[in-house]
């Protein structure tokens, strides 16, 4: 079998073109989180057997979905999950907002409206807007407390929401404190490929949970890149989904050819002996700490840090002022 079991029913009656349900269907998994960063997707030969329809089908829903930057295929590896992120310029979604705007304007100037009055009324429905981002308090989730703190601070930033942080771990253990913190929030936000594992932790507290996704910084990356090609890099984090993230941003950078041997071990013999056999340590934050008291040789040590996507931010408010004004 080539990938994860995915629970896909197609309507051959309904005139909704199949490959488009089959697109639908699969993006609604990824958002929901059932479909994790760095799950294998099935074959297309497998899948249209599974769902009896042609392989073309499941093909032009695959490549519809990697251009959406949901999915990526690797030659002879297999197509999988990455990030459900779109960059705002690949988009090129100010040129659509303009549309909007002209459209608006139009039918303002049809009714009679002055366009001082339009721009009025636009700068009303912002500041209505805003007055609510200002209002909102969220929860930012993530595996590590220098991630968490450092992409609430961004995210407060560009968004003017009131963001908190918790970690993976307070989650576990629940504690007042912790669940007090969630309770006072409307919203816990975090990284794609932990939505499913916050899901879980959160069950019972009525909370909707919203992903983001992350992009890696450029100086980790170039600082491997002056390495010789001889050079064995030893790599320790603490997911696997981490591991999967981190092979897709240096096979991006051109740096599939590095000698790097992957591990998210916590036995402590295990550790020891990646970090003897490796001339220089990459660390995800949250493992920077207990393979910096166990480099007994003083090997360098990067740290492989990520910041929040832009895009990923502003289709985050979005969402969040189109389910606030829901309500």
Request: some cysteine.
């Amino acid at each position: 079998m080539g990938g994860i079991f995915i629970d896909i029913e197609v309507n051959k009656k309904n005139g909704v073109p199949l490959y488009i349900q089959v697109k639908k269907q699969i993006m609604d998994e990824i958002k929901k989180g059932s479909l994790k960063v760095g799950t294998k997707m099935p074959t297309e030969r497998e899948l249209s057997q599974r769902i009896c329809v042609s392989r073309n089908t499941i093909s032009t829903a695959y490549n519809d979905l990697e251009q959406d930057g949901a999915l990526k295929s690797y030659q002879g590896r297999g197509t999988f999950v990455v990030e459900e992120a779109i960059s705002w310029e690949s988009l090129d979604i100010k040129k659509k907002i303009m549309k909007f705007v002209d459209l608006g304007l139009e039918e303002a100037l049809e009714i009679g409206m002055k366009p001082e009055e339009f721009l009025d009324l636009v700068n009303q429905r912002v500041n209505e807007k805003k007055q609510i981002m200002d209002k909102i308090i969220v929860i930012y989730v993530e595996c590590n407390i220098e991630q968490a703190k450092v992409f609430s601070k961004q995210l407060s930033r560009n968004s003017n929401m009131n963001v908190m942080f918790l970690t993976i771990s307070d989650l576990k253990k629940m504690d007042k404190d912790t669940k007090d913190k969630i309770e006072s929030a409307e919203f816990i936000i975090t990284t794609f490929n932990h939505i499913n594992e916050v899901t879980d932790l959160t069950i019972g507290l009525d909370k909707e949970i919203l992903g983001v996704a992350i992009i890696p910084n450029l100086e980790p990356i170039v600082k491997i890149a002056r390495y010789s090609l001889n050079t064995k890099f030893g790599f320790i984090c603490i997911s696997e989904e981490f591991i999967f993230k981190i092979k897709g941003a240096l096979e991006k950078a051109g740096l599939c050819e590095a000698d790097i041997s992957y591990s998210n071990t916590t036995d402590t013999k295990e550790l020891e002996d990646i970090i003897k056999k490796s001339d220089v340590l990459i660390v995800s934050p949250g493992r920077y700490k207990d393979v910096k008291s166990s480099n007994s040789e003083n090997k360098e040590i990067i740290e492989f840090l990520y910041s929040l996507d832009e895009g990923s931010v502003k289709a985050l408010k979005s969402k969040i002022i189109e389910i606030k004004f829901k309500k």
